[in-house]
């Protein structure tokens, strides 16, 4: 299973992004998507989640701002994120779990870099 993330950049606050998610080596319609964050010198943080059925859950942090969403035939997943803020500085993960027998295996795409000036 590989996950591969894209679409960080350089904008200003207040302004937009989407990131991407791209899933590649199992049924990406049955399997979750979800989002995680990293600034510089904090810990990783979840940041959004989207079922496999489409229900989705989101960081108080991002509510009313962010929305993840899912594209099957794409084997898609997105995050889009508008009225931006300087401290939504980070490398943004998407990730997915995998259920093998009795353990949850952890897959992680490689880090979209977003930075967000003031």
């Known amino acids: 299973v590989q996950l591969q993330a894209s679409g960080g950049g350089l904008v200003q606050g207040g302004g937009s992004l989407r990131l991407s998610c791209v899933v590649f080596?199992?049924?990406?319609?049955?399997?979750?998507v979800n989002w995680y964050r990293q600034a510089p010198g904090k810990q990783r943080e979840s940041v959004a989640t989207?079922?496999?059925?489409?229900?989705?859950n989101y960081a108080d942090f991002v509510k009313g701002r962010f929305t993840i969403s899912r594209d099957n035939a794409k084997n898609t997943g997105y995050l889009q994120m508008n009225s931006l803020k300087p401290e939504d500085t980070a490398l943004y993960y998407c990730?997915?779990?995998?259920?093998?027998?009795?353990?949850?295996?952890?897959?992680w795409g490689q880090g979209t870099l977003v930075t967000v000036s003031s």
């Open positions: 990730n997915t779990k995998l259920l093998y027998g009795s353990n949850w295996n952890n897959y």
């Open positions: 989207i079922t496999s059925s489409g229900l989705t």
């Open positions: 080596g199992t049924r990406f319609s049955r399997i979750a």
